[in-house]
T-cell receptor, first 112, second 115 residues
């Protein structure tokens, strides 16, 4: 049973701070990792993908992958109230036909 | 271009009735996925279609659930004899290719309420 674990939160940070979201996964063979953002009442939208160990930066977002420790994280710099949403971690494995397995998501609240 | 389109956006039905949910993927996308999301929960995989291959039905929760994809495009998810626990948002997603590096593009979902 492939599992993807996230702290449900909410994670509350002040505007301008760094928000750190974490995700762990159980299948050591997992190969691709995605972060989706889901606003309340809306569908998920992709914000970052990462496939190799290390950091990947895109604007204010940085994804970090550590396959040895089986975790992936998302850092949001200079957090804005508009970043308030639920962040879903998704993982794919070759044994699962690369069908993404999603975590339950972490709710992020950025307060002014 | 047009995104993934789902209909209806909301559906209220009585327990025991059958419902059909429709998904029209992004043109040219070969892979199509159905997930459902219950209140406060993550996305639960239901079924996956890829081109003309047999669908991966491993996520369907019971034999009351079925899905088809006609002509490699539009998909219909059917729930027979609906139960209250079927109430959820049903999300359809498509991707341009398969394999490990294929992000999903989601539709806006169908919110199903079984009374």
């Amino acid at each position: 049973q492939k599992e993807v674990e996230q702290n449900s939160g909410p994670l509350s940070v002040p505007e301008g701070a760094i928000a750190s979201l974490n995700c762990t996964y159980s299948d050591r063979g997992s190969q691709s990792f995605f972060w989706y953002r889901q606003y309340s009442g809306k569908s998920p939208e992709l914000i970052m993908s990462i496939y190799s160990n290390g950091d990947k930066e895109d604007g204010r977002f940085t994804a970090q992958l550590n396959k040895a420790s089986q975790y992936v994280s998302l850092l949001i710099r200079d957090s804005q109230p508009s970043d308030s949403a639920t962040y879903l971690c998704a993982v794919t494995t070759p044994g699962g036909s690369y069908i993404p397995t999603f975590g339950r998501g972490t709710s992020l609240i950025v307060h002014p | 271009g047009a995104g993934v389109s789902q209909s209806p956006s909301n559906k209220v039905t009585e327990k025991g009735k059958d419902v059909e949910l429709r998904c029209d993927p992004i043109s040219g996308h070969t892979a199509l996925y159905w997930y459902r999301q219950s209140l406060g929960q993550g996305l639960e995989f239901l079924i996956y279609f890829q081109g003309n291959s047999a669908p991966d039905k491993s996520g369907l929760p019971s034999d009351r659930f079925s899905a088809e994809r006609t002509g490699g495009s539009v998909s219909t998810l059917t729930i027979q004899r609906t139960q209250q626990e079927d109430s959820a948002v049903y999300l359809c997603a498509s991707s341009a290719r398969t394999g490990k590096n294929s992000p999903l593009h989601f539709g806006n979902g169908t919110r199903l309420t079984v009374t």
